[in-house]
């Protein structure tokens, strides 16, 4: 069974930075495609970042782009998410994702919570 837990969500404010981590258990995660997504309230689910298993095939989406940086740790099996120059509309409940290689994204954390003051 794929678990994955995401942490170091919080308060920050605005211009500051914060790191999410997202360990991943279950499985062997090799061919597997790393993810993370937001939703903000009364907002649709809008993708953030995602990389491959083997750490590379970075790609962003259009509002962080610049700003926020996804890694990986494969001997830890973690996902991190930094975010820097946090804005106001990036509050958001982010979430930890994973899919198979051509797959959906099928694997989802329980999500934490960011929330940037201005």
């Known amino acids: 069974q794929v678990q994955l837990v995401e942490s170091g969500g919080g308060l920050v404010q605005a211009g500051g930075s914060l790191r999410l981590s997202c360990a991943a258990s279950?499985?062997?995660?090799?061919?597997?495609?790393m993810g993370w997504f937001r939703r903000a309230p009364g907002k649709e689910r809008e993708f953030v970042a995602a990389?491959?298993?083997?750490?590379?095939?970075?790609r962003y989406g259009d509002s962080v782009q610049g700003r926020f940086t996804i890694s990986m740790d494969n001997a830890k099996n973690m996902v991190y998410l930094q975010m820097n120059s946090l804005k106001p509309e990036d509050t958001a409940v982010y979430y930890c994702a994973a899919r198979f290689v051509l797959q959906d994204f099928r694997y989802w954390g329980q999500g934490t919570q960011v929330t940037v003051s201005s």
């Open positions: 990389i491959n298993w083997s750490g590379s095939g970075e």
């Open positions: 279950g499985r062997t995660f090799n061919s597997y495609v």
